[in-house]
């Protein structure tokens, strides 16, 4: 009876091969999208928080809570539904409150649970962010 050896040499080396050739691929895209400046468009998220709560069939309360780009933001603006504007509070040139509440008291609400409130605040460097979006 022969025993035959098989030849398994070239498993390790072809994986090693393929291996290199992968991060060497990666590191050019990296490389390649800093170059180009594509990484270079990428905005810094503002942290600040608000509330929305239904007090009755038209009227919403939002209370703004503050956060840490809280020092900056000037207006939020709502809409409901994604289509009717239910008012901006706050005055472009002055700091919006922390703790300050506001009515909305709208038309444009339907029966709860059904109203698609969305509040986006402006900031004195002219950034615009979505703060409040919530179904009441």
């Not at 040499?9 to 992968?22: H, Q, R, T």
Request: charged fraction near 10%; include cysteine.
């Amino acid at each position: 009876m022969a025993f035959t050896k098989k030849n398994e040499e070239a498993v390790s080396p072809v994986i090693g091969v393929i291996l290199m050739v992968a991060i060497t691929v990666i590191l050019a895209a990296v490389i390649a999208a800093f170059v180009f400046g594509m990484a270079g468009n990428i905005s810094k998220t503002k942290v600040v928080a608000a509330t929305a709560q239904r007090v009755d069939g038209n009227t919403i309360r939002i209370t703004y809570m503050g956060g840490q780009d809280s020092a900056g933001l000037e207006i939020i603006g709502f809409t409901v539904n994604d289509t009717c504007n239910a008012g901006t509070v706050g005055t472009a040139g002055t700091t919006y409150p922390i703790g300050n509440s506001t009515t909305l008291t709208t038309a444009c609400s339907t029966a709860p649970g059904k109203n698609h409130v969305v509040g986006v605040g402006t900031w004195s460097d002219g950034t615009n962010q979505v703060i409040v979006d919530q179904t009441l």
